[in-house]
């Protein structure tokens, strides 16, 4: 299985908006509403932004919304802050055994 | 809220084995399927296997199949994986992960894992 497609990196200055491709096949995210995204900042652990496409766990900013058409997911950060700079990665459950994740885009805040 | 600590992790010679562990607290590790996922330095994340909730059923990434065996221990909350005949490609970060929406909703601070001779 191979790794979803992202761009390597994205930016943005305070306030803007931003929004991250993530690209895959009809058989991980063309197949399965079980898209999800995730923020790592350096030497830490990721943190779940987005499940299920487009749900948002509690104490997540409605500044991170996601969607998906077809074979491609996209995250959206509205209203850049610095705190936003980051690796972001998509992920894809393909059935009950098995999760291929994204190659992962670096944020940066102008 | 379920809170996740590894432990486990070293320097190991390449052929080598070692034993990773996650303590959990807050919930039961029985409760939830639980993962492991790692990060080679300067890389990205890649699912290395999941254990259920029956205790049984369990997966693993191509990349450690036949390698690597996950498990669990429910009178002490805690998530193993065993890994043997390690390679160089297998120096990363590990990760243990609740999982949780189909994804993995709350995660460890991670262990690092070095294979060298």
Request: aromatic share 10%; hydrophobic share 30%; glycine share 10%.
């Amino acid at each position: 299985q191979s790794a979803l497609t992202q761009p390597p990196s994205a930016s943005g200055s305070p306030g803007q908006s931003i929004t991250i491709s993530c690209t895959g096949t009809s058989s991980d995210v063309g197949a399965y509403d079980y898209v999800s995204w995730f923020q790592q900042h350096p030497g830490k652990a990721p943190k779940l932004l987005i499940y299920e496409v487009f749900k948002r766990p509690s104490g997540v900013p409605d500044r991170f919304s996601a969607s998906k058409s077809g074979t491609t997911a996209s995250l959206t950060v509205s209203g850049l802050q610095a705190e936003d700079e980051a690796d972001y990665y998509c992920i894809s459950n393909i059935g009950s055994k098995n999760w291929v994740f994204g190659t992962g885009t670096k944020v940066t805040v102008l | 809220e379920v809170q996740l600590l590894e432990s486990g992790g070293a320097l190991v010679q390449p052929g080598g084995s070692l034993r990773l562990s996650c303590a959990a607290s807050g919930s039961s590790v029985s409760t939830s399927a639980m993962s492991w996922v790692r990060q080679a330095p300067g890389k990205g994340l890649e699912w290395v296997s999941v254990i259920y909730n029956d205790g049984v059923t369990t997966y693993y990434g191509d990349s450690v199949k036949g390698r690597f065996s996950i498990s669990r221990d429910s009178s002490k909350n805690t998530l193993s994986l065993q890994m043997n005949s390690l390679r160089a490609e297998d120096t990363a970060v590990y990760y243990c992960a609740k999982n949780g929406h189909y994804t993995f909703d709350v995660w460890g601070q991670g262990t690092m894992v070095t294979v060298s001779s």
